[in-house]
T-cell receptor, first 113, second 113 residues
C-alpha cells in the first residue's frame, strides 16, 4: 500500500515570497490533515478536510495561508506572503475515518530567510 | 483548551533497559490517545492507539496504558534497542473535536549500545 506522498521535500524562500506544498493521501482515505511542526515542538493542526469539505481550520492563519482539496483527493497548502516564523516542517496526514489512526507523509521542510 | 505534556523531554539509556515515557493531558474528555514515533527528517509513524474505553494496548515490546480520569498515559518499552532511538509523541483526540489531534512536545529517546 502506497503511503502519503508529499512534495517538495525541502524548500528555501525569502520572506514575503509565496510557496506551495502538495499532498497525495492514501487511496480511499476521506480525511486529510495539514500540520505545522516547529523545531522542538509537537505538530499543530492547520486544517482538516473531510472529502473536499473543511472540517476544522480554526488554527490556520487565513490572512496568509490557504488550502484546498480538489475532488476530495490531492491537496495543496499555500503561504503568501511567507514570514520568518513560518519556518517549519509541514506534514500531511490522512485517515480512512475521523478520529482513527493517522498515516503521515515525510513532510516538507520550509526555511524562510 | 486541551494541553498535552510529555515527561521527560529527553532520555538516554543503555541498550537492554526497560523504560517508561509519560504523557499527561488536561481535559479527560478524550475520544482516543495515540503514541507516535518520529525519526529525524521523517514523518510520524503511529505506534499504538487506545480508545477512551480501553486501558491499554500492546504491540511487540511496546505497551501503552491510559488512565483517563487522571489524565495520564504511559508508554512502556521493554528491552530497549539502539533502533528505538527516536522522538516519541503522544497525542489526544478530544471527545468533541472530530479527529483533531493535540500533540505533546515529544520525548527524545537515545538508546546507546
Amino acid at each position: 500500500e502506497a503511503g502519503v506522498a508529499q512534495s517538495p521535500r525541502y524548500k528555501i524562500i525569502e520572506k514575503r515570497q509565496s510557496v506551495a506544498f502538495w499532498c497525495n493521501p492514501i487511496s480511499g482515505h476521506a480525511t486529510l490533515y495539514w500540520y505545522q511542526q516547529i523545531l522542538g515542538q509537537g505538530p499543530k493542526l492547520l486544517i482538516q478536510f473531510q472529502n473536499n469539505g473543511v472540517v476544522d481550520d480554526s488554527q490556520l492563519p487565513k490572512d496568509r495561508f490557504s488550502a484546498e482539496r480538489l475532488k476530495g483527493v490531492d491537496s495543496t497548502l499555500k503561504i503568501q506572503p511567507a514570514k520568518l516564523e513560518d519556518s517549519a516542517v509541514y506534514l500531511c496526514a490522512s485517515s480512512s475515518m475521523r478520529q482513527e489512526k493517522l498515516f503521515f507523509g515525510s513532510g516538507t521542510q520550509l526555511s524562510v530567510l | 483548551k486541551q494541553e498535552v505534556t510529555q515527561i521527560p523531554a529527553a532520555l538516554s539509556v543503555p541498550e537492554g533497559e526497560n523504560l517508561v515515557l509519560n504523557c499527561s493531558f488536561t481535559d479527560s474528555a478524550i475520544y482516543n490517545l495515540q503514541w507516535f514515533r518520529q525519526d529525524p527528517g521523517k514523518g510520524l509513524t503511529s505506534l499504538l492507539l487506545i480508545q477512551s474505553s480501553q486501558r491499554e494496548q500492546t504491540s511487540g515490546r511496546l505497551n501503552a496504558s491510559l488512565d483517563k480520569s487522571s489524565g495520564r498515559s504511559t508508554l512502556y518499552i521493554a528491552a530497549s534497542q539502539p533502533g528505538d532511538s527516536a522522538t516519541y509523541l503522544c497525542a489526544v483526540v478530544g471527545g468533541t473535536s472530530y479527529g483533531k489531534l493535540t500533540f505533546g512536545q515529544g520525548t527524545i529517546l537515545t538508546v546507546h549500545p
